[in-house]
């Protein structure tokens, strides 16, 4: 019977001590954890702006602002504590408010049902995330395919603008981007599909911003943004 209940001791504590070890391996460090967050802000702004170019918020020929207030107030869930992780990973006060000053001019833009100021904040916005993520990541493709974003997003948004220097000059720096990274081999050897077919999808966008068609610019953003 006492060689029974040792048994049963023993495989208790074997139990719980891999338990334990799995909840250990399992708890994300404070830059995973803060790049997820900083992932959903990124998912919620593209969903919002794909929404935007694709007019999914006009019914009936008319604007839907409390639809896209609805999908822009969704980035508050998760603001306080993405802000507090900031902060905890060293980044400046200055810095770390002007993503929460950003996402609450969307908010006033869009209860102003200013269109165009709105999606300038929302380029400001988005334009923080692969900053943050530089600063304090060693995760550098994930860095650089936020950039890569970034650029794209910029693009469309001072093409939608009516600023087409600025666009091609944002579609320029994508480029550049992108060639740098084309220098990391191990980097290309690995990820050789997606990068040829990123490459051709930015000369696509080039291009489109080059002929200064608006649908045809619409419909290269879109593509590229989602093989990113």
Same mark, same amino acid.
């Given at each position: 019977?006492?060689?029974?209940?040792?048994?049963?001791?023993?495989?208790?504590?074997?139990?719980?001590?891999?338990?334990?070890?799995?909840?250990?391996?399992?708890?994300?460090?404070?830059?995973?954890?803060?790049?997820?967050?900083?992932?959903?802000?990124?998912?919620?702004?593209?969903?919002?702006?794909?929404?935007?170019?694709?007019?999914?918020?006009?019914?009936?020929?008319?604007?839907?602002?409390?639809?896209?207030?609805?999908?822009?107030?969704?980035?508050?869930?998760?603001?306080?504590?993405?802000?507090?992780?900031?902060?905890?990973?060293?980044?400046?006060?200055?810095?770390?408010?002007?993503?929460?000053?950003?996402?609450? %001019?969307?908010?006033?833009? @869009?209860? #102003?049902?200013?269109?165009?100021? =709105?999606? &300038?904040?929302?380029?400001?916005? *988005? +334009?923080?995330?692969?900053?943050?993520?530089?600063?304090?990541? %060693?995760?550098?493709?994930? @860095?650089? #395919?936020?950039?890569?974003?970034? =650029?794209? &997003?910029?693009?469309?948004?001072? *093409? +939608?603008?009516?600023?087409?220097?600025?666009?091609?000059?944002?579609?320029?720096?994508?480029?550049?981007?992108?060639?740098?990274?084309?220098?990391?081999?191990?980097?290309?050897?690995?990820?050789?599909?997606?990068?040829?077919?990123?490459?051709?999808?930015?000369?696509?966008?080039?291009?489109?911003?080059?002929?200064?068609?608006?649908?045809?610019?619409?419909?290269?953003?879109?593509?590229?943004?989602?093989?990113?």
């Amino acid at each position: 019977m006492k060689k029974i209940v040792s048994i049963f001791l023993i495989l208790i504590v074997a139990i719980f001590t891999l338990t334990g070890c799995s909840n250990q391996e399992q708890e994300p460090s404070l830059e995973d954890k803060n790049i997820a967050e900083l992932e959903y802000i990124e998912e919620r702004l593209i969903e919002i702006l794909n929404k935007l170019v694709k007019d999914e918020y006009i019914e009936d020929e008319v604007f839907n602002w409390e639809n896209l207030l609805a999908d822009t107030r969704k980035i508050e869930d998760v603001l306080a504590v993405t802000l507090v992780d900031l902060a905890s990973l060293n980044i400046q006060a200055d810095e770390i408010s002007k993503l929460s000053n950003g996402i609450d %001019n969307m908010i006033i833009s @869009a209860d #102003k049902r200013d269109e165009r100021a =709105y999606i &300038i904040e929302l380029n400001n916005v *988005y +334009a923080l995330i692969p900053t943050y993520m530089e600063r304090y990541t %060693n995760k550098n493709a994930v @860095a650089f #395919k936020k950039r890569l974003k970034y =650029y794209t &997003i910029s693009s469309y948004i001072a *093409y +939608a603008d009516n600023n087409l220097e600025m666009s091609k000059t944002q579609v320029s720096e994508l480029d550049r981007v992108y060639n740098e990274k084309m220098q990391q081999v191990e980097y290309v050897q690995e990820n050789e599909y997606n990068m040829n077919k990123i490459y051709v999808l930015i000369q696509e966008l080039k291009k489109a911003i080059e002929s200064d068609s608006s649908e045809l610019v619409k419909s290269k953003y879109l593509l590229l943004i989602d093989e990113i």
